[in-house]
């Protein structure tokens, strides 16, 4: 199963048609990554963010990304990865999808749609959990936030999603068709724009634009409503990086004015592919490589979002069950290659004969760890920390070994 799968065709709507390519490796310098997609050039034109002016006019390199047009990077990959690491970060995030929801009883609908238990989120609060499908796979990973909080008015059932942008047409029409009457959606992806400020010293740079709230004193996955150059905006304290920072969104027409601002507070703009070397550090998942809708949670190491002792049903639930009973055949480990020869999405986890047993869903050059890392599904029997595993790498069997998640854990 695992074979087959390796080879299996790909949704053209989702990540993975785009090639992560790390050209070279030293120990002085983190390769440019390069994200290349035969498909899009041949199809509708890109989209662009409300941000793609501004940032193509300060020498971003620009690449096809999920149907956008998106920056692989600024000054260079490794310099913006530690420049999240060590300090601030700014990343245009605009492409993503940006639900705002309402009406009575939504939390309980979206409870039917998610593993993840949503009856202790308090306003002000937030939880990372998945969409699934009646097989238990994975629709989309996504944020919920429940709106509101101390000193600001609490409508009833007031809930925001942060979807990813491959998937936001198919979130969207899946809600839809399984909300009750009375409950909208209002769809910001087209008129609000979306920034994550990370690291260190994110909390102390936005503060800065930010003198009506103490952003030191929201938790983290907390978030605020509040105004920002003038404009109303709403401030999470989530990101992708595995570090400390806030994602900002506001509307478009202040979007130039917000990343301005904070360039000039000390953020250094990242692209792309300072992104995934640092998410992938962190172990986070992406939509499309690690995570699609043919695996599910309890298989991506996501037990922690299964809540089967929770009330009532929601979709994918009998299957979960079932794999909770008698164990998955598969699991998502993190895996650090022995030498330098990076372990890249789609190659095969082998056995000693060498036949496929597994696959690599994401791999890099660690920047912070000078280490080659990987995320790879393989037989459950070899997910134990410590077990040595085979990556077939350029026609080459190369040993790396599985770590436990993640390869990187902030201090802060």
């Known amino acids: 199963m695992l074979a087959e799968r390796s080879n299996r065709d790909r949704p053209s709507d989702i990540a993975t048609r ?36 501004l940032i193509k006019a300060s020498g971003a390199r620009m690449v096809p990304f999920a149907g ?18 060590t300090g601030v970060g700014l990343f245009d995030i605009s492409h993503m999808g940006k639900f705002f929801l309402s009406g009575q009883g939504i939390l309980e609908a979206l409870s039917g749609l998610v593993p993840t238990d949503l009856s202790e989120l308090r306003p ?20 919920v936030y429940l709106q509101g909080g101390p000193g600001q008015a609490i409508a009833p059932e007031r809930v925001a999603l942060i979807v990813n942008a491959a998937t936001q047409d198919k979130d969207k029409t ?23 400020v990370q690291g260190p010293q994110a909390v102390v740079t936005l503060q800065t634009l930010v003198p009506g709230a103490d952003l030191a004193g929201v938790g983290r996955f907390g978030h605020l409503e509040t105004e920002i150059l ?25 979007g130039e004015a917000l990343w301005q601002a904070l360039v000039a507070a000390g953020a250094v703009p990242c692209g792309l592919g300072a992104r995934d070397t640092l998410r992938l550090e962190a172990a986070m998942s992406l939509y499309g490589n690690d995570i699609d809708d043919q695996t599910t949670p309890l298989e991506a190491g996501l037990g922690w979002l ?53 696959e690599v869903t994401s791999g890099t050059w660690s920047p912070t760890l000078q280490k080659a890392i990987a995320l790879a599904y393989v037989p459950t029997e070899l997910a134990k920390v410590g077990t040595a595993i085979v ?16 390869f990187y854990r902030s201090n802060g």
Do not use: C
């Not at 047009?69 to 420049?83: D, K, N, R, T």
């Not at 002000?124 to 996504?142: C, F, M, R, S, W």
């Not at 990556?391 to 993640?406: D, F, L, M, S, T």
């Open 68 to 85: 956008w047009e998106m920056p692989v990077q600024f000054i260079g990959l490794s310099q913006e990865h530690e420049a999240v690491r």
């Open 174 to 196: 899946w809600l839809l068709s399984h909300f009750p009457e009375g409950i909208t959606l209002d769809d910001r992806s087209e008129t609000h724009v979306l920034v994550a």
């Open 18 to 53: 785009y090639r992560y390519i790390l050209k070279s490796v030293s120990l002085n310098k983190t390769s440019v990554a390069e994200f290349q997609s035969q498909a899009e050039s041949q199809a509708k034109p890109l989209l662009r963010t409300p941000l793609s002016d």
């Open 391 to 406: 990556v077939e790498i350029r026609n080459k069997p190369q040993v790396g070994r599985v770590v436990k998640k993640p």
């Open 306 to 358: 299964v809540h089967l002792d929770r009330k009532g049903d929601f979709v994918g639930r009998s299957v979960l069950e079932a794999q909770q009973a008698g164990g998955v055949e598969r699991r998502l480990v993190a895996i650090e290659m022995e030498g330098r020869n990076i372990a890249r999405h789609g190659y095969a986890v082998v056995d000693g004969a060498g036949v496929a047993i597994g």
């Open 124 to 143: 002000g609060q937030a939880q990372y959990t998945v969409l699934l499908n009646p097989e238990g796979g994975i629709i989309d990973d996504l944020i």
């Open 230 to 254: 003038g404009r109303e905006a709403f401030l999470a304290r989530t990101g992708y990086t595995g570090e400390d920072g806030f994602e900002v969104m506001i509307p478009k027409e202040t």
